[in-house]
């Protein structure tokens, strides 16, 4: 940007997959390559995910409801568990699947492959959502 304006990259704009810490991406002082993709109010809201390929459009035509999938437990939040099935793609297992979120956490372990079914898959939503198969 010229000098003298400021822009911000999102956290949900770094990187196609989750970014927990985005001190483990970059230091103050690194020069970076960002798309501009909003201008609001005075403010530019920068992505630099968007320099990059969409991982989910490899899936687009290829996987769909119902079909059988391996994936990773990569993080729990309040709905369930995220499972990402390539770097970037990743959908949710919801905590009513299990009846509870400590019956899915005991199911489901941190960084554990299991098989999934897919009951919801909108990949230019970037929306997955999974059944935990036994």
């Known amino acids: 940007l010229e ?3 400021e822009g911000l990259v999102h956290i949900s704009e770094l990187d ?4 927990e810490d985005p001190r483990s991406m970059f230091k103050v002082g690194d020069k970076v390559h960002a798309k501009v993709i909003e201008i609001k ?10 320099l990059k390929e969409n991982p ?10 119902g079909d059988i999938i391996k994936g990773v437990v ?4 309040k709905h369930g568990a995220l499972i990402s099935i390539k770097e970037g793609v990743a959908g949710l297992v ?20 299991y098989n999934f ?14 059944v935990h198969l036994e």
Do not use: C
């Open 3 to 5: 000098d003298g304006l």
């Open 16 to 19: 196609w997959g989750l970014v």
């Open 41 to 50: 109010d005075g403010k530019i809201s920068l992505s630099i995910k968007a």
């Open 56 to 65: 989910w459009t490899e899936f687009e035509g290829k996987l769909k409801k």
């Open 74 to 77: 990569i993080k729990y939040n």
């Open 94 to 113: 919801h905590n009513s699947t299990f009846g509870s979120e400590s019956k899915l956490r005991e199911k489901l372990e941190l960084g554990k492959t």
């Open 117 to 130: 079914q897919i009951t919801l898959f909108e990949p230019k939503e970037h929306k997955m959502t999974l």
